[in-house]
């Protein structure tokens, strides 16, 4: 069975990864197509701006969990390292629980505002704007689902030593 649960993790980390990398690799041909366009050829392409700027939306929302699980999020550790350790693993735990409660606020509301923008159009794609504002609701759910799959570790500060973040091939079997 937990062999079962680590395979299902690492597909949902590197489906993560993967979207994360489509989306950054779109922005940037938009953006140079539309730097191009506009320093060489005079004009500019305002979906191509309006859709870049939705994607940044998006992988921050979405790339916050993959930023959590190697521990490049700013944080404020002084006052943590000075207490003694179990007491430091029950504040780390409790600051857990409280970033997972503020995480599943965060994703019904999320999808109060999705609700609210859905009848609204975007300017220039002229798609519903409860698209773009769907990465509010998405990106608090893959980021509290992060947070859980790797709870232990960020009670004890332990970045990148989960058997996920490894690299390995999803696909090929586990030595026992």
Do not use: C
Request: glycine share 8%.
């Amino acid at each position: 069975m937990y062999s079962v649960l680590v395979k299902l993790e690492k597909i949902f980390l590197r489906t993560n990864q993967v979207l994360l990398g489509v989306m950054m690799g779109l922005m940037f041909i938009l953006v140079f197509l539309n730097v191009v366009t506009r320093y060489l050829l005079g004009f500019s392409f305002a979906t191509a701006e309006e859709i870049s700027t939705f994607l940044m939306i998006w992988i921050t929302y979405i790339g916050a969990g993959l930023a959590l699980r190697e521990g490049r999020l700013a944080a404020i550790d002084l006052f943590q390292d000075l207490l003694p350790a179990q007491v430091r693993r029950a504040v780390r735990a409790f600051l857990g629980v409280t970033v997972l409660l503020f995480f599943a606020v965060l994703a019904f509301y999320g999808v109060k505002m999705v609700e609210f923008g859905w009848a609204q159009e975007t300017w220039a794609t002229q798609i519903p704007r409860g698209i773009p504002y769907l990465a509010v609701p998405i990106g608090a759910v893959v980021f509290g689902l992060h947070l859980v799959l790797m709870f232990r570790d960020w009670i004890d500060r332990q970045w990148g030593e989960s058997p996920v973040t490894e690299e390995s091939n999803l696909f090929e079997p586990e030595a026992s």
